[in-house]
């Protein structure tokens, strides 16, 4: 089954506790991206990646690393979370062509830190 | 700057009745596409229908179609004959095709279908 899956899909997590959220899919997209929702705001983009060893900031990431050395794996990391970053994280995937294709998404991940 | 624009926090629809999702949006890109998604109480996010730049039709998929008007710069979605399943939060989006493949949303429309 095409996917992209999550882990974990809840956190709750102290501030400063380095944290990660894996994210992985398996139909060979080019495109990764993170989100945040949060309520009133909807989805804002955290990091982008547009291939392998390809990654770029989106609009919101202060406090966040992402990595891509594979093409299928897309993870988040918090190096030192703080309250703030309490929300609930997708992770999406999609092809590259000329636009058309929708992100899919992940489950996504609720996490709480206090 | 890209924008989009959602006005309408909550709606309310009688089921079996139609009902447009407002959305507007903002680009100096000749070249982006529309997308609309439903994110139903379980939190998932569900691909409905695409509208791109250059596409001279309405998209239209299922009960669900986009009224695309181009000069107003506005992409609603209209869901014909709701269902008590299409209560749920609607996130109109835009990816444009220059500079990247950024896709940015707007805040959402929570929608209430009412038996």
């Known amino acids: 089954e095409a996917q992209v899956t999550q882990n974990p899909r809840y956190l709750i997590t102290v501030t400063g506790k380095k944290l990660t959220v894996t994210c992985s899919q398996n139909?060979?997209?080019?495109?990764m991206s993170w989100y945040r929702q949060d309520p009133g705001l909807g989805l804002r983009q955290i990091y982008y990646s547009m291939n392998v060893e390809v990654t770029d900031k989106g609009d919101v990431p202060e406090g966040y690393k992402v990595s891509r050395k594979e093409k299928r794996n897309f993870p988040l990391i918090l190096e030192s979370p703080s309250p703030n970053q309490t929300s609930l994280y997708f992770c999406?995937?999609?092809?590259?062509?000329?636009?058309?294709?929708?992100?899919?998404f992940g489950n996504g991940t609720r996490l709480t830190v206090t | 700057a890209q924008k989009i624009t959602q006005t309408q926090p909550g709606m309310f629809v009688q089921e079996k009745e139609a009902v447009t999702l407002d959305c507007t949006y903002d680009?100096?890109?000749?070249?982006?596409?529309l997308f609309w998604y439903k994110q139903p109480s379980s939190g998932e996010m569900i691909f409905l229908i695409y509208?791109?730049?250059?596409?001279?039709q309405n998209a239209t998929e299922g009960r669900y179609s986009l009224n695309f008007q181009k000069a107003r710069k506005s992409a609603n979605l209209v869901i014909s004959a709701s269902q008590l399943g299409d209560s749920a939060m609607y996130f109109c989006a835009m990816r444009e095709g220059q500079g990247g493949f950024k896709t940015i949303f707007g805040a959402g429309t929570r929608l209430f279908v009412k038996a």
């Open positions: 139909m060979n997209h080019e495109y």
């Open positions: 509208q791109g730049s250059y596409d001279q």
């Open positions: 999406a995937s999609s092809l590259i062509d000329r636009g058309a294709s929708p992100l899919h």
């Open positions: 680009t100096s890109d000749p070249s982006y596409g």
